[in-house]
């Protein structure tokens, strides 16, 4: 009876613990999901029922804590609530440990998400999760984003999707220590679509792995890019990117699938790329303020490139004021699909180990799977295969 009679009191005490640790809120209507997060503390998990919610929620100083995040979702995964029309649905500002996930962005004309520090650059917004959000229809043309970020440092985007935009899919403007995995980014016709995700404005160490990246756009991911001096975070910093990693991704389609512009430093590796329709790469200069280093140090390795002659007659496409001969190109499988002849590209450098003319027969790209049927293809490029969820 003793040892029961203990265990009955642990469980009490388990219960109640867990029950102060987190907080479950439901709500249902607009009124009570804003006071919901106004009145949101560490711990507290906001559920929003099934149905269509008024856009424009602005949350400021939300601060949940590493053990007690706040958690903010869509009740039903399966029945996602939609926050459609209006300038933007969500606004987090000066935010930290806060994760939104299981909900639909529709139809803004500013951007679907917009993350920042508040302006506070010596204090970043940190550790946000944005896991599962669909983003649609956001512009259509001008510079509006799907996903906005703004000094926003230890962060994660992760199996979101982004359909139809105008500036950028995800904007990262002097991020720091960012994943972003397992997305979609799927253009749309009648939306401009700039770029997919773009890192600059002193971003540093962010990793985009595990997408799909399809008609994605002039650019389909930006490293780098052009930033107004007072913009960049950390305030001095002499580069658009640092560290940025471009890895197990599926490109179909897209003018660039991969631009550097003012890097110094990137790896882009283990990724597969089909039939892009102007160039492969792109090395540009756009910030050309004194001290800034040259676009410089990228590496591009064990990708598998299926192109055709027909659209690619440039596979790098090389701006002023750039250092090419730092790039460096390392065990590619290149494939010209109409004139297999003429499959080796032409590089700022050479490349060691490459592999040219042995056609993949990729099993289906047309429907997400990239697995190469060829013995020889083997190794190159994104495994295993991103299919469609």
């Keep these: 009876m003793q040892v029961v009679a203990a265990t009955f009191v642990v469980l009490v005490l388990t219960t109640s613990l867990s029950s102060a640790e987190e907080r479950v809120v439901d709500v249902r209507d607009d009124a009570s999901l804003r006071n919901a997060i106004d009145e949101a503390q560490p711990g507290t998990r906001i559920r929003i029922a099934a149905g269509k919610y008024r856009p424009g929620i602005y949350a400021r100083n939300l601060a949940g ?17 939609v926050f459609e029309g209006g300038s933007q649905a969500w606004h987090l500002s000066d935010c930290q440990y806060v994760t939104l996930r299981n909900v639909v962005v529709r139809g803004q004309t500013s951007n679907g998400i917009n993350i920042d520090d508040g302006g506070s650059y010596d204090t970043p917004a940190h550790h946000i999760v944005l896991e599962k959000i669909r983003v649609e229809d956001i512009g259509p043309a001008g510079n509006h984003d799907g996903i906005k970020l703004s000094g926003l440092d230890d962060f994660v985007v992760r199996e979101c999707s ?31 679509q700039h770029t997919g995700p773009q890192t600059k404005g002193g971003s540093q160490d962010i990793v985009i792995r595990r997408c799909l990246f399809r008609d994605a756009g002039l650019r389909a991911v930006n490293i780098g890019g052009s930033t107004g001096l007072p913009y960049f975070r950390p305030r001095g910093a002499l580069y658009e990117a640092k560290d940025i990693t ?14 550097y512009v003012g890097v110094d430093g990137a790896m882009v590796r283990y990724n597969t790329f089909v039939r892009p329709e102007k160039w492969v790469i792109r090395i540009l200069q756009e910030t050309t303020e004194p001290g800034f280093a040259e676009c410089r140090n990228g590496r591009f390795e064990h990708n598998l490139i299926v192109f055709r002659r027909a659209n690619v007659s440039t596979h790098v496409n090389i701006g002023r004021g750039t250092q090419p001969g730092t790039f460096k190109f390392t065990a590619n499988l290149w494939y010209c699909e109409d004139r297999p002849d003429a499959s080796r590209p032409q590089l700022p450098t050479e490349e060691v180990g490459g592999l040219y003319g042995i056609n993949p027969k990729l099993v289906s790209p047309n429907h997400n799977s990239f697995v190469p049927q060829n013995p020889k293809a083997r190794g190159f490029g994104a495994l295993p295969p991103i299919r469609r969820r």
Excluded at 65 to 81: F, H, L, N
């Design 65 to 81: 804590t590493d053990s007690q995040r706040i958690v903010i979702e869509g009740a039903d995964p399966d029945k996602p609530p």
């Design 162 to 192: 982004v359909e139809g935009w105008a500036g950028q899919a995800i904007d990262m403007v002097g991020c720091h220590r960012g994943v972003v995995e397992r997305c979609r980014f799927l253009g749309k016709d009648g939306f401009s």
């Design 246 to 259: 471009v890895e197990g991704c599926a490109f179909v389609g897209g003018q660039a699938p991969i631009a």
